[in-house]
Structure formats: structure tokens, C-alpha cells
């Protein structure tokens, strides 16, 4: 891995939600806000954790209110499938499924493999290969995931990092979104030493 690629690592995580649909809701949407309005993010791929979520999850963006002004996130930054040309440009929101997102990573509509400043995953819950395959093609900086469970291979897909809701939900908006002490997890690879996590 190049130093670029192990840079980029350090703003992978999972995030564990918390109980109940509205504060699951309202963790993901809140880190979707900072990461448009206080990082370099311009173009972000949300995907729901099952085809079934895909509606709630455009409707969650659609109703979100910024909590920084009257303007609403999705007025800001619209939702929009992207262009395969190299040169696509301006702040945009693509919501898709999972077998959406594959169609774009091969073929002629296969989307170039920096297509996306961060990639946020909203309740996913386990792994498989698609999984996988799309979220190592798309070579995006930040790559977030949240989830109720702790499975270790999902984990991984998430750079190693496990990060608690009350963890995330201190951050300061505005900071570097995973600048914070980290310390290896027993629980999660049975031993010591197994990986960077936020527990």
C-alpha cells in the first residue's frame, strides 16, 4: 500500500449507531453534514445497507435542515447520478443501491475510481463480496460505515477502525473527523495488537 493509500485509511471507519431509528438517523446525517460543509468533500456516494433502506435514505437527505444556516443540505448539494467523463466536476450527492454502485465500477459506465470525495454506508450489516468490490474500487478518502453490529470482517472493510456512537458524537465539527486517541480492540481480533479501533 502507497503512502497516499495509507493516508486515506486514517479517515475509514465504522461507526456503531446507536438504539432507535431517529438517533441512527440523525448520527449519519450529522457526519454526511460535516463532512460537506467542513472538509474537501465535493462528491459523496451514499449507500443504504440493504435495498430495502434506499427510500429512507432519500428521503432522510431530502428533509435534512442544516443546522449551520436555513439552507438545506440537499439544495447545497443536489443529488445526482454522476457522469463517467474523468473531468466531472461540482458538489454532488449520488444515493444508490448496492447493485447501482456495481453497474458503475465496469463496462462503458464504469465511473473513474476517484469518482468520490467520501462514501458513507447508512446500516449495513455484514459483508459479501459485492460489498467488498465496490467499496475497493471506489478509491474515495473518507470511507464510513454504520452499523449495529461488531463483526470483525466488517470492521476491516472499514479500515480496522471501530469507532462507538458516544466517540463520534464528540467530535467538534470542524476537526479532523478521526483525530483522537486510538487503542487496539481484544474483543473484536482476539488478541493484542490487532488494529486501531475507537471502542
Known amino acids: 500500500m502507497n503512502r497516499d493509500n495509507e493516508q486515506a485509511r486514517l479517515s475509514w471507519a465504522l461507526v456503531q449507531l446507536p438504539a432507535g431509528q431517529a438517533k441512527k438517523a440523525d448520527q449519519f446525517m450529522q457526519c454526511l453534514e460535516r463532512l460537506l460543509r467542513f472538509n474537501e468533500v465535493e462528491r459523496m456516494l451514499l449507500l443504504p445497507g440493504s435495498a430495502a433502506l434506499l427510500l429512507h435514505l432519500k428521503q432522510l437527505y431530502a428533509g435534512w435542515g442544516s443546522r449551520e444556516g436555513k439552507t438545506r443540505l440537499c439544495e447545497r ?13 461540482g458538489a454532488s450527492v449520488w444515493i444508490a443501491s448496492l447493485r447501482q454502485a456495481q453497474l458503475r465500477t465496469s463496462g462503458a459506465n464504469a465511473l473513474p475510481r476517484r469518482a468520490f470525495d467520501a462514501i458513507l454506508v447508512y446500516d449495513i450489516a455484514g459483508t459479501s463480496p459485492v460489498w467488498k468490490a465496490v467499496l475497493t474500487y471506489f478509491e474515495a ?6 452499523s449495529q453490529g461488531r463483526n470483525p470482517q466488517l470492521v476491516q472493510l472499514f479500515g480496522g477502525r471501530l469507532l462507538s456512537s458516544q466517540a463520534f458524537t464528540a467530535v467538534r465539527p470542524g476537526s479532523w473527523l478521526f483525530d483522537m486517541p486510538t487503542r487496539a480492540s481484544e474483543e473484536l481480533d482476539g488478541k493484542k495488537g490487532g488494529g486501531s479501533h475507537i471502542l
Open 141 to 146: 478518502p473518507y470511507r464510513i460505515g454504520f
Open 77 to 89: 448539494y443536489p443529488v445526482q447520478e454522476p457522469s463517467a467523463a474523468e473531468d466531472a466536476s
